[in-house]
């Protein structure tokens, strides 16, 4: 079974901080996404990593795939309230032959201003 | 364009009563997939359908069901409620069916369901 686990679970700072999630796994995932939920809407993709070491920034997020594809992270420079969410990663493997993808459970991020 | 459309937003019910959700996905796109979010488990999944056909299933009970229509748009059951059942039920539409790097998946707002 592919697990993802996100550290920390929650995350309260100030505005101007800079902050990093976690998203581990033992499984190794051809691509994995990043995105972010606010109250009482649906996950909007961020970002896509597909190869191994990749990094990639928008704006003022940055997101690392590990070299193994086991791992990344997402670092926020200078948060701001506006940041605040629900950040979630989800790994796609093939599995059955057909593609699938699985989500951690996400990092409550709270920004204060 | 118009983005995913879940309905109704909200809704409550009462044990072993079913409900049955709708999505329309953005236009032209084939792929749906369904996802229950609660707090304790996240977004786990629940099945995908693709041009009418259930591609992918995941592990939850045969009580769960769904189907698409010809035009994209998805329906998911749930039957005999429980109080486990509480969540907020994603929709998610990609015009591919393969979840890989080049694939998208926008998901709509979601149907909150409480289940007394």
């Known amino acids: 079974t592919q697990l993802l686990e996100q550290s920390p679970q929650f995350l309260s700072i100030q505005e101007g901080e800079n902050l990093t999630v976690y998203c581990n796994s033992s499984s190794v995932f051809s691509s994995l996404q990043w995105y972010r939920q606010e109250p009482g809407e649906g996950p909007v993709l961020l970002v896509t990593v597909v190869t191994g070491g990749e990094v990639k920034k928008l704006k003022r997020l940055t997101f690392q795939f590990g070299d193994a594809r086991k791992d990344s992270s997402l670092h926020i420079t200078a948060a701001q309230p506006g940041d605040t969410g629900l950040y979630l990663c989800?790994?796609?493997?093939?599995?059955?032959?057909?593609?699938?993808?699985?989500f951690g459970k996400g990092t409550k991020l709270t920004v204060n201003p | 364009k118009a983005g995913v459309t879940q309905t109704p937003r909200y809704l409550i019910k009462t044990r072993g009563q079913q409900v049955t959700l709708s999505c329309s996905p953005i236009s032209g796109h084939r792929s749906v997939s369904w996802y229950q979010q609660t707090p304790g488990q996240g977004l786990q999944f629940l099945f995908e359908y693709f041009s009418e056909t259930q591609r992918n299933k995941g592990n939850f009970p045969g009580r769960f069901s769904g189907r698409q229509f010809s035009n994209s748009r998805s329906e998911m059951n749930v039957s005999t409620l429980e109080l486990g059942d509480s969540a907020l039920y994603l929709c998610?539409?990609?015009?591919?069916?393969?979840?890989?790097?080049?694939?998208?998946?926008?998901f709509g707002a979601g149907s909150r369901l409480t289940v007394l």
């Open positions: 989800a790994g796609a493997f093939r599995e059955g032959g057909s593609e699938k993808l699985v």
């Open positions: 998610a539409s990609s015009y591919r069916i393969s979840i890989s790097g080049a694939n998208v998946l926008t």
